[in-house]
């Protein structure tokens, strides 16, 4: 901004000035001589930074002085007709709303009172990139967090811009990664961004290779006869196709396996009337142990491995090795988020009409997500911790106890609640119903019947287009879908009618092609 002449009291003075020069009780008005006018100058900024400097006034092409930021000046002794009236010296990153220049017209012996309004936009952006290195990396990618702040994702080997970021220092972090992943670099990052232009920040990640994935799946062994068994667990080597049978016990059945974050151990829950109980193995077969004993639910590993929760009339979490146990509220089942702070638990005081919690794994205080009507039955949270996808349960009358089920998603606040799938349709106790997100999050895979029998496997995206019948059997039933760790494969259990695909235990590419019995 240039440098204003000093002005003079009769002709251009702020509000102060002009006080200190006539007085503080003078009027606005043109002044004694009722051929001339004024002009009250004021100019209010707002937005994102300041033109520190301020304005310049011009008046008919020649600038008469400086104005500050909401401070008000006057322009006296003019002549009664028709002004131009500017502002000067506006910084590139601010506008002036309307254009900088206006017509004024000066009543006689009155005040006329123009108001800039300035709007500033001092920001510039964040340019992010991400490079990703080691055997098992996290397909969904990580959060991108700005001065504490979640801010959007970004993929393993990605590259994003945060726009409109205020000019100054700041702090850049990523957040989500998986266990078995850290960065390298420093974490997070302080970066200076200037007005109008682009910081680079670059972040290396690496992640230490896992085991390879064995699926561990629960198969009907078949007893004396087709009214006899148990269901029992076996591993599936997939390149030599060997099976090991995790737990061979004609008296007891072993149901609900997960594999531990690092594919070494699986956790299950033994369904007995007289000894329930949750247990690990290893998945070559060795090292059995029980951790817990007397009504237990499914179990499921924490993130890092390190605890294991599971429902016994009330959620409770223990250490891996058995040690500890904590209970955490009502629930009958829960699930941890990605990064291991919170579970989204189904249950609360109604044993009718459970809703979704979440609840602080440390104990912290419980929220209602759902506060439905309508019961829900599941939820899974989407990789990144976002969102979640759900189970709800649509009642069908008052009294009866006939309903269908359906998958929705919601953000993980519950704000924007989404229906994925239609079953109103379908006969009582049947529909859609456990929803599990693909690795990278982009699809959601669900069971479903509309005859409320011979289940089919679909996918579909979050935002509800894209749906894909994988199956699509109408003599089968496939149930028990669960995801390869890369997002590649599909494991299911298929059961029903003869066939020439007949049943067992299946794995599919992820679009439903190459469908091989194990």
């Given at each position: ?5 000093v ?10 000035t ?17 051929t ?18 301020g ?9 008469q ?29 601010c ?13 006689a ?86 007005t ?18 064995t699926?561990v799946?629960?198969?009907?062994a ?14 599936v080597?997939?390149?030599s ?33 007289w ?25 499921t ?13 009330s ?17 009958r ?37 759902t ?21 709800r ?7 009866g106890p006939?309903?269908y089920e ?9 704000l924007y609640?989404?229906r ?25 895979m ?16 979050p935002?509800?287009?894209?749906l ?9 039933s496939?149930?028990?879908?669960e ?35 194990l």
């Amino acid at each position: 901004m240039r440098t204003p002449p000093v002005p003079t009291c009769a002709f251009f003075v702020t509000i102060a000035t002009l006080i200190s020069c006539a007085g503080s009780d003078l009027p606005l008005t043109g002044g004694s001589d009722p051929t001339t006018g004024s002009i009250l100058v004021i100019a209010q900024t707002g937005g994102v930074g300041t033109d520190t400097d301020g304005y310049l006034v011009q008046l008919d092409g020649a600038t008469q002085g400086a104005i500050g930021e909401n401070v008000p000046v006057v322009l006296t002794g003019l002549t009664a007709d028709e002004h131009t009236l500017a502002l000067e010296g506006v910084v590139p990153f601010c506008a002036v709303e309307g254009g900088p220049a206006r017509t004024v017209a000066v009543p006689a012996g009155d005040t006329a009172v123009v108001s800039f309004t300035i709007s500033c936009r001092a920001t510039g952006r964040i340019d992010v990139a991400v490079s990703t290195s080691g055997g098992t990396p996290d397909l969904d990618g990580y959060s991108v967090i700005v001065d504490g702040v979640l801010g959007p994702q970004i993929d393993p080997n990605g590259a994003l811009s945060v726009p409109d970021v205020p000019a100054g220092t700041h702090a850049v972090s990523l957040s989500g990664l998986a266990f078995n992943c850290q960065v390298s670099d420093p974490n997070p990052q302080n970066g200076s961004v200037t007005t109008g232009a682009a910081t680079p920040m670059r972040f290396a990640v690496s992640c230490r290779a896992l085991a390879p994935w064995t699926p561990v799946v629960q198969a009907w062994a078949r007893g004396t006869d087709e009214y006899h068994g148990q269901w029992d667990l076996f591993a599936v080597e997939l390149e030599s196709g060997a099976v090991t049978g995790l737990t061979q016990t004609p008296d007891h059945s072993e149901e609900s396996p997960e594999l531990s974050p690092d594919r070494t151990q699986v956790a299950f829950m033994r369904n007995d009337d007289w000894d329930p109980r949750v247990g690990v193995i290893n998945v070559d077969g060795t090292g059995l142990r029980w951790l817990f004993v007397g009504g237990a639910g499914s179990p499921t590993w924490s993130p890092d491995g390190s605890k294991l929760a599971f429902g016994r009339g009330s959620l409770y979490v223990i250490n891996a090795d058995g040690t500890g146990g904590e209970t955490l509220g009502p629930y009958r089942e829960a699930r941890w988020s990605p990064d291991g702070t919170r579970f989204a638990a189904i249950g609360g005081p109604d044993d009718w009409n459970p809703d979704i919690w979440i609840v602080p794994a440390d104990g912290g205080p419980q929220v209602n997500l759902t506060r439905s009507a309508s019961p829900e039955t599941e939820a899974v949270w989407s990789p990144d911790g976002r969102q979640l996808a759900f189970t709800r349960r649509t009642m069908r009358g008052q009294y009866g106890p006939g309903y269908y089920e359906d998958v929705w998603v919601m953000n993980a606040n519950s704000l924007y609640q989404r229906r994925l799938t239609s079953s109103s349709g379908a006969p009582d106790y049947a529909g859609a119903r456990r929803p599990r997100w693909s690795p990278d999050g982009k699809l959601v895979m669900f069971e479903s019947s509309s005859l409320g029998y011979n289940e089919d496997i679909y996918t579909i995206r979050p935002d509800g287009t894209g749906l894909l019948n994988l199956t699509n059997t109408p003599d089968l039933s496939e149930s028990g879908a669960e995801w390869s760790p890369d997002g590649t494969k599909i494991l299911f259990r298929s059961e029903g009618e003869v066939s020439v695909l007949g049943g067992g235990v299946f794995i599919m590419n992820a679009d439903g092609s190459g469908r091989v019995q194990l």
